[in-house]
């Protein structure tokens, strides 16, 4: 499986502590995102940009998801970042350095994956954990993504979120028939 | 070598006359049926007798069908009596259940009673054995002629009653009854290719809506992922990093909220 760098999004060599390309480790993201990350919610609209039926439907279409792959763990969230920052940087940042919430396990952040949408400039990126990461490849997750843009050009926000899972949903199927059982692992 | 050519020439010619000699067809003008059911040429018995026998003969073979006709010859010319008879009946019979009685007076054997038309291909020929020998010995035990000829016809009609009764009525009823249940199978067998057919294509796409449900039903099961534990990267507790950005624009500023 190849890696990419989540700093110069270039593909990692052997040595996976750190980027052979621009030397980025983990912890650099700590001096580039200074300060404690936000608790990494369900759903974090950090621009206010759904209301409460929203998030509703939101929630439908993500437990809907879940009902059929119950070992992902979704996160949508909504950010207005200053420009020229890296959202594959800043997601990176998020569900490494976001501390468990209550009732999280670190199995399940490893199982999480995290939709990021920025308003600022406009793109969207996903960044699954160590348990979800093989079964789609960034390609995949880009094709993913490109499913939901004209709903959200539109501003039909919720939908391209309701597209994102369905869509996700049938790649990880695909998936799944490949490599996957009906019985809990 | 040509003696014994001519010798068998001599015997074939002997054996032609004699078969020529026996077949009454050849000899005798048959002509249209007589009106008498009674054919005396020669006036063996009297003319009262013979319009008697025939009277009754006639009204049988008009309210029944049944036709019995009365041949009196004075010779066969050694033709033998079963062949004259059949000849006769075929020239004036046509009734499909019919019989001749040959007369000869004199013989011993006479009269003969032949059934003809349809009777030997209905009847077995040991019942036709049977009530012919009944009929013939009933016949014999009378001295005259006349009573000799009356009594076969009689007989005889009474036979040919008999089976018309018991024989021809229980095959005709048998065969109606045969076609009835070959047509009440027939329908039975294409009711039953109807059904078939209709079910086949009922089954089609009952068995596509159970597939289609079953495979709706099993979509909707939990799926499993295998647990890949990828090794950890650049010191990352949950997430290595990746690279799957793509632009998707901007929501209008309308449909964004506070």
Not at chain 2, 95 to 123: E, M
């Amino acid at each position: 499986m190849i890696f990419h760098c989540p700093g110069c999004s270039k593909v990692l060599a052997s040595n996976l502590s750190w980027c052979g390309s621009c030397g980025f480790t983990g912890a650099k993201t700590q001096e580039i995102f200074s300060g404690t990350p936000p608790p990494l919610l369900p759903i974090l609209d950090a621009v206010g940009l759904w209301n409460p039926q929203d998030l509703k439907t939101i929630e439908a279409a993500r437990d809907a998801v879940s009902l059929r792959l119950p070992q992902f763990q979704w996160r949508i969230c909504c950010v207005k970042l200053p420009p020229k920052t890296s959202l594959p940087l800043f997601g990176f940042w998020l569900l490494n350095a976001s501390p468990l919430l209550d009732d999280e396990t670190s199995e399940q952040r490893e199982w999480t994956v995290l939709l990021l949408l920025d308003m600022e400039s406009g793109q969207a990126a996903v960044i699954p954990g160590y348990l979800s990461e093989s079964w789609l490849s960034d390609e995949d997750w880009k094709r993913v993504i490109k499913h939901m843009a004209s709903h959200w050009q539109r501003g039909r926000t919720v939908e391209a979120i309701a597209e994102f899972f369905k869509q996700a949903q049938i790649f990880l199927a695909l998936a799944w028939r490949q490599n996957g059982s009906r019985k809990a692992i | 070598m040509v003696l014994r050519f001519i010798l068998l020439a001599i015997l074939i010619l002997s054996v032609g006359e004699i078969c020529l000699a026996q077949s009454p067809g050849k000899d005798f003008e048959y002509g249209p049926r007589p009106s008498l059911s009674v054919f005396d040429p020669s006036g063996v018995l009297a003319p009262e007798i013979v319009k008697e026998i025939s009277d009754s003969l006639v009204k049988t073979y008009q309210s029944e069908g049944i036709d019995v006709f009365v041949v009196i010859l004075i010779d066969l010319k050694g033709a033998p009596p079963e062949h004259v008879a059949r000849s006769f009946a075929r020239a004036w019979c046509e009734a499909p259940i019919q019989a001749i009685v040959l007369y000869v007076p004199g013989q011993p054997d006479s009269p003969w009673i032949v059934p003809a038309g349809r009777v030997p291909k209905v009847v077995s020929p040991a019942d036709i054995a049977l009530a012919v020998a009944t009929a013939h010995q009933n016949a014999a035990l009378e001295r005259e002629g006349a009573e000799k000829v009356r009594t076969a016809a009689t007989e005889t009609t009474a036979m040919l009653r008999h089976w018309v009764k018991d024989v021809f009525n229980r095959t005709e009823a048998e065969r109606a009854e045969r076609l009835k249940s070959e047509s009440q199978k027939n329908s039975r067998t294409k009711l039953m290719k109807v059904g078939l057919v209709v079910g086949v294509c009922l089954l089609i796409p009952l068995c596509g809506i159970i597939f289609s449900i079953a495979r709706k039903m099993e979509g909707r099961r939990p799926a499993f992922f295998p647990t890949h534990d990828n090794a950890r990267r650049l010191g990352a507790p949950y997430a290595g990093g990746n690279h799957a950005v793509a632009q998707i624009g901007r929501p209008p500023r309308s449909s964004r909220g506070a």
